[in-house]
Nanobody
Framework: QVQLVESGGGLVQTGGSLRLSCAAS????????MGWFRQAPGKEREFAAG???????YQADSVKGRFTISRDNAKNTVYLQMNSLKPEDTAVYYC?????????????????WGQGTQVTVSS
């Protein structure tokens, strides 16, 4: 099993940037495809970005061109660089992992989750 811990959330103004980190432990990180999801108040959790074990990335249309996902297998960490942030990006951001080769975009595709980190974008 893999354990996931997110960090890097906070309060930022519209147009600002944040970088989220997700540190993994307990299993070989390079075996996992990783995803970032987010959940805004009163809304369902939604896919934001994912990266396969080989480095192939996929972003939701809502964040494409603004968010970049990357991974450092030597540090057992996946990152989400968020630029040009908007108030609608405000949410709890969750890191997720799955032991399959390709990126899944549904919550049920992932078996391992972190506790989440809050991102708040002020207008």
């Amino acid at each position: 099993q893999v354990q996931l811990v997110e960090s890097g959330g906070g309060l930022v103004q519209t147009g600002g940037s944040l970088r989220l980190s997700c540190a993994a432990s307990g299993s070989r990180f390079s075996d996992y495809t990783m995803g970032w999801f987010r959940q805004a108040p009163g809304k369902e959790r939604e896919f934001a970005a994912g990266i396969s074990w080989s480095g192939t990335t996929y972003q939701a249309d809502s964040v494409k061109g603004r968010f970049t996902i990357s991974r450092d297998n030597a540090k057992n960490t996946v990152y989400l660089q968020m630029n040009s942030l908007k108030p609608e990006d405000t949410a709890v951001y969750y890191c997720a992992a799955r032991r399959l080769l390709w990126v899944g975009v549904n919550e049920g595709d992932y078996g391992y989750w972190g506790q989440g980190t809050q991102v708040t974008v002020s207008s």
